[in-house]
């Protein structure tokens, strides 16, 4: 073991642990989900931190030696490397500060052993003074956010694309089946299957587009915003620089925000891409209710189609196979609708120059 400490005092740290007293805090107070933070969300939490360090050393604010280090620190964290060092509970108090100074600590003792030096040896490389270097919880959280949310987004949307082209496919293999139509669970006028499953195709396609649309929001940053949004401490030329690293080092174009106060305070773009997840999550539970109607039966109901056999379906009835996917999407989509609730409850209760319910936010979108 070895002792760290804060202003409260003096914690043992294991010795082979990369975070340090902060994260120590943060274990003991914040044991809620029993998970830890999503694996790109550390990620990104590595891209943010080695855009700062870089930007820090270009124009001359951080020693290049000790930069370089931390430069190589951060990617451990970006390679996943490190993972196990980021034990903090996803929702916590304290607007990510945790979360910021978790990461703070692993760069600072990571670069150390780089360096040759023990870990814990903070008045050589500080989590404050160089790994905190021109930022703020207050900017780092929100814009390790935007990032992980854009890349978590891209998974979706491939998904979302893929399952259109499944539909699609579908709807070329039916396209001459002829069925009748419903409306109101009524007899309506004859339909081809094919125009069903291509009509879900089109409802996936327009989701995906929907929540391209909704990231676009999220390529505003508020890095260099500090602590309330004026500024402080962030020299107008790395506000500049780490806008332009961050886009380097992520691949996304980054801009910063015209009003960094705003940037700051407000966190409404997240309901606008939550909205969308919300929405998406509606439409697929309407495509998942159709085949089961369609493939109820297969004696007393529509059996109009068979989805593939996936497990037995009773404990008690031999032969009957239950819709089992379709009936987990629901679920699934449930949860979602649920979570865009707790997005919105934590957008609305921002206060003044800080909404400091980012963690729930950022935990329900992910």
Do not use: W
């Not at 500060?97 to 814990?120: D, K, Q, Y």
């Not at 960094?260 to 997840?277: R, Y």
């Amino acid at each position: 073991m070895r002792k760290e400490h804060d202003f409260l005092g003096e914690l043992e740290i294991p010795d082979n642990a990369y975070y340090g007293v902060q994260t120590m805090r943060a274990m003991e107070n914040f044991q809620i989900t029993g998970y830890t933070a999503d694996p790109l969300f550390i990620k990104a939490l590595g891209m943010v931190k080695k855009a700062a360090a870089l930007a820090n050393m270009k124009i001359g604010l951080l020693d290049e030696k000790i930069g370089n280090a931390m430069v190589l620190a951060c990617d451990d964290i970006i390679s996943g490397k490190l993972n196990d060092q980021f034990p903090t509970d996803p929702i916590q108090g304290g607007a990510g500060t945790s979360f910021n100074m978790n990461t703070n600590e692993v760069i600072c003792n990571r670069a150390l052993e780089i360096l040759g030096r023990p870990r814990g040896d903070y008045n050589y490389i500080s989590p404050n003074n160089h790994a905190n270097m021109s930022q703020s919880t207050n900017d780092v959280i929100p814009t390790s956010i935007r990032v992980c949310a854009l890349m978590r987004a891209e998974q979706l949307i491939i998904a979302l694309e893929n399952l259109a082209d499944s539909f699609d496919k579908k709807g070329e293999e039916f396209k001459d089946v002829l069925k009748i139509g419903r409306t109101h669970l009524q007899d309506a006028v004859p339909i081809t299957l094919g125009l069903e499953f291509k009509a879900f195709a089109s409802s996936m396609r327009r989701r995906s587009n929907y929540i391209r649309r909704s990231c676009e929001l999220l390529h505003t940053m508020n890095m260099g915003a500090t602590a309330v949004g004026t500024g402080l401490n962030a020299d107008p030329e790395y506000i500049k620089e780490v806008c332009e690293q961050l886009t380097l080092v992520t691949g996304e174009s980054f801009t910063t925000a015209d009003n960094l106060v705003d940037a700051t305070s407000n966190t409404d773009i997240f309901t606008d891409l939550s909205s969308s997840l919300k929405t998406s999550a509606l439409s697929l539970i309407k495509i998942s209710n159709d085949l089961r109607l369609m493939a109820s039966g297969p004696r007393a109901g529509f059996c109009e189609i068979t989805l593939p056999p996936r497990q037995p379906g009773s404990s008690i009835m031999p032969g009957k196979v239950n819709p089992v996917i379709p009936e987990v999407v629901d679920q699934t989509c449930y949860q979602v609708i649920a979570n865009d609730l707790a997005v919105a409850f934590g957008v609305e209760n921002g206060q003044f120059q800080l909404n400091v319910m980012e963690p729930v936010m950022a935990y329900n979108i992910f």
